[in-house]
């Protein structure tokens, strides 16, 4: 009988070692894609404020986990209004025609149990690459709602040129060609009776 107990015990404690992935829908009011680019001599920067999605994360291994985000590219913000306006306009962004940006997974490599590399495709203006950039889990806890939440940040850069926008390649541009990138991201965790496997 002990010998019984004590293997139940074991099974018991490895099941609940293992933890089942983790989804959380990203929260569009508490997450941000803030970029920065050279304008003339200096920086100017901003933000894509309405970015929505799933992310399925895997604690003990981040190598199992996932993303697959949406950036409004119409929510974009750089404390101008009228330059906003510009930006959106078919000479920059050409936000009427190509409003979404998306970014889906492929790999992740995981570094640490917080922190790791993905890899993924980002479809921007109607041109689809690979791009490859470092993230940091930032926690996981209780919101005051009664939700549960988690948090992230990764940084990344392109070359606007890359995906088909042309205002940094002309001859003494005042807008620059090289985008950095921060993402701040929010997740609110879904009921696992609401996830769709």
Known sequence: MRKISVATALVLASS???????TYKIDN???????S????????????????????????????SS???KINVLSVNSSHAKRDEHIK???YLDAAKFGEMTF??????????????MTGVLTLH????EMTFPFKVLGFGSDPWGGYRSGFEAHTSLKAS????????????SVGDDVEITLLIEGVKLPAETVIK
Request: glycine share 8%.
């Open 16 to 22: 609940y070692a293992i933890a089942d992935p983790e």
């Open 29 to 35: 009011s508490h997450s941000f894609a803030n970029w």
């Open 37 to 64: 680019i050279r304008h003339v001599a200096s920086k100017t920067s901003g933000t894509f404020s309405d970015v929505t999605g799933k992310i399925i994360i895997d604690r003990d291994n981040l190598a199992n």
């Open 67 to 69: 993303v697959d985000a």
């Open 89 to 91: 306009k078919a000479e």
């Open 104 to 117: 889906v997974s492929k790999k992740i490599e995981a570094k640490s149990a917080t922190e790791g590399v």
């Open 126 to 129: 109607g041109v689809s690459k």
């Open 162 to 173: 890359d995906f088909g926008f042309g205002w940094g390649a002309k001859a003494n541009a």
